[in-house]
């Protein structure tokens, strides 16, 4: 089984910060990596697929990358809205893993 | 608009049987690969199981093989998932999620761009 590992595992940043949320994979999943936000009591959303394609209606600010092993989500600029547990997911074969989420909140 | 609305989640005492259902509206279901994930209180995300569009093909996690059974009815535009043998630990909110695919090098691939509200199973004495 494709194990997924994100660092970290939260994070505190101030409104306006550029920040970056790192996924491993145990082997290769070339770009079939996806990344969902779950917002407090919410359902999760697609944010990003195929590593770095975002998804309609998702805001500029958030942008992926990586191929292979290692991805990387970035928000460019950091807004209050933007507080949720960010999760990698690989679909390159099953078992459909995901990373055990990285939690985001405002300093 | 595109909608997945879960139902079936109550309390049931381990050992016991459930089972959920996702009905489907505002795209064409027969189409589409589907997916269950769920998520343990305080707890990220785990997938549960897939099927394929026909129902000919289905994966499940280790956690729940043999135990779990995926299902859909395209005629009633629903995915279902029986639960038997139930534990503890599958205490969850279980989400049905509708699939994309991406054709890629060959294969297709899918990842989930749609989820539903999700319905809460507990398995408690």
């Known amino acids: 089984d494709i194990q997924m590992t994100q660092s970290p595992s939260s994070l505190s940043a101030s409104v306006g910060d550029r920040v970056t949320i790192a996924c491993r994979a145990s082997?290769?999943?070339?770009?079939?990596l996806a990344w969902y936000q779950q917002k407090p009591g919410n359902v999760p959303q697609l944010l990003i697929y195929?590593?770095?394609t975002l998804q309609s209606g998702v805001p500029s600010r958030f942008s992926g990358s990586g191929s292979g092993t290692d991805f990387t989500l970035t928000i460019s600029s950091l807004q209050p809205e933007d507080v949720a547990t960010y999760y990698c997911?690989?679909?390159?074969?099953?078992?459909?893993?995901f990373g055990q989420g990285t939690k985001l909140e405002i300093k | 608009e595109v909608q997945l609305v879960e139902s079936g989640g109550d309390l049931v005492q381990p050992g016991g049987s459930l089972r959920l259902s996702c009905a489907a509206s505002g795209f064409t279901f027969s189409s589409f690969t589907m997916k269950w994930v769920r998520q343990a209180p305080g707890k990220g995300l785990e997938w549960v199981s897939f099927?394929?569009?026909?129902?000919?093909?289905?994966y499940y996690a280790d956690s729940v093989k043999g135990r779990f059974t995926i299902s859909r009815d395209s005629a009633k535009n629903s995915l279902y998932l029986q639960m038997n043998s139930l534990r503890a630990e599958d205490t969850a909110v279980y989400y049905c999620a509708r699939d994309r695919a991406w054709f890629s090098s060959g294969n297709y691939y899918y990842f989930m761009d749609v989820w539903g509200k999700g319905t809460t199973v507990t398995v408690s004495s």
């Open positions: 082997q290769g999943i070339t770009n079939h």
């Open positions: 099927i394929s569009s026909s129902g000919g093909t289905v």
């Open positions: 195929a590593a770095t």
């Open positions: 997911h690989n679909y390159y074969s099953a078992p459909y893993t």
